[in-house]
């Protein structure tokens, strides 16, 4: 299915009955809504919420834009370094107005978010901005924007930039950077990363989306006075093992927001391991009930 918001064509697909509470996924960088996977959907369904999941722009089945030459890797470092003000195709403030343009051509009054990585980090912003929008706020796997935090590890920045080559291809590395980033406790086989990367290549790959995005992230403002604002119920969840948005990141996410829970969870990484899909629906689930106790 498709809709329109901010003068893009969106690609969506929904689970569930209309009626019941609205939920929905933001994924993070340069991911399609697939890596939003069905029996993670139905856990949610199962909860009592109609899921809503979309590919962001320049991403997926959604429109790509044509935009004007990114900024170098070089030029965005010393853009942040120094915080010099640079033009971006688009920051993670337009990939905010675009989740809750969706809402808006769904006719979502509010919804409860849920956002990973990139993913998290956009709901932050629409719970900020938009606060009438936002019933609950789940930031997984993310971080507050804050210098230092929540950053990657060296090795698995390189990793993120590099290029395919004669000696290897763009789903080598991609499958070399899932298994980097991946949970420890619940490892994935190389031939299952293969396989869904392969799929999501056929059902559409934007690489220029990719770096586009990444400006966006690199870019960003930091969110610490914005996440002190939130008053709807919030849960922050991270991985302790993650490398590339280092636990660090949660842990000052839900240092800003004296009302957030906090769910740190060993052995997990920058993924969601398909043997947590059912505690997933249920800590999301629970945070929300607290929009409902506090008639948000």
Known sequence: MYTHANGLSFAYETFGDRKDSPLILVAGLNNQLVRWPVPFCEAL???????????NRDTGLSEWLDCPRTPSLARQFIAKLFRVSITLPYTLDDLAE????????????????????????????????YPGRVLSLTSMMSNSGAWGSGWPTLRVALQMIKRPSKNR??????????????SSKYPVTEASLRAMILAESQRARNPLGYFRQMAAINLAADRSELLASLKMPVLVISGEDDPLAQVSGGIKTASHIPHAKLQILPGVGHDLPKPLFGDFAQMIAQNATQSCALNI
């Open 45 to 55: 369904v199962n909860k009592g919420f109609y899921v809503i999941r979309f590919d």
């Open 98 to 129: 675009d989740t809750v343009g969706i809402l808006d051509a769904l006719e979502i009054p509010a919804a409860h978010l849920v956002g990973f990585s990139m993913g998290g980090m956009i709901c932050q912003i629409a719970a900020g901005k």
């Open 169 to 182: 291809s763009a789903l080598d590395n991609s499958v070399k950077t899932l298994k980097m980033i991946g």
